[in-house]
Nanobody
Framework: QVQLVESGGGLVQAGDSLRLSCAAS????????MGWFRQAPGQEREFVAA????????YYADSVKGRFTISRDNAKNTMSLQMNTLKPADTAVYYC????????????????????WGQGTQVTVSS
């Protein structure tokens, strides 16, 4: 049973940066692709970024491309999301997730591709 725990959320001003972390335990972190999703109040859960098992391949939603960077450290069983130039539209609960394959695909945006989820961490960006 895989457990994922997010941390690093908080309240910041527009233009600021935050770094989110996801710690994994209870499974083979090295063997699975990972992703970040977010959900704002009253909105559908939205894909943010994904990374393959080794970290060599990444994919970003257009809304965060150029501002956010996803990375992983397999030796420490952790994944990170560096968020720069934050906007009020980035306000959401951010979720760490583990995919059921090693690799990225054309359906990484679909939350049904992911088997395990963290509890979420709140990011609030004020104007």
């Amino acid at each position: 049973q895989v457990q994922l725990v997010e941390s690093g959320g908080g309240l910041v001003q527009a233009g600021d940066s935050l770094r989110l972390s996801c710690a994994a335990s209870g499974g083979s972190f090295r063997s699975n692709a990972m992703g970040w999703f977010r959900q704002a109040p009253g909105q559908e859960r939205e894909f943010v970024a994904a990374i393959n098992w080794s970290g060599a391949n990444t994919y970003y939603a257009d809304s965060v491309k150029g501002r956010f960077t996803i990375s992983r450290d397999n030796a420490k069983n952790t994944m990170s999301l560096q968020m720069n130039t934050l906007k009020p539209a980035d306000t959401a609960v951010y979720y760490c997730a583990m995919k059921h394959t090693r690799y990225l695909s054309s359906r990484d945006y679909d939350d049904k591709e992911y088997d395990y989820w963290g509890q979420g961490t709140q990011v609030t960006v004020s104007s």
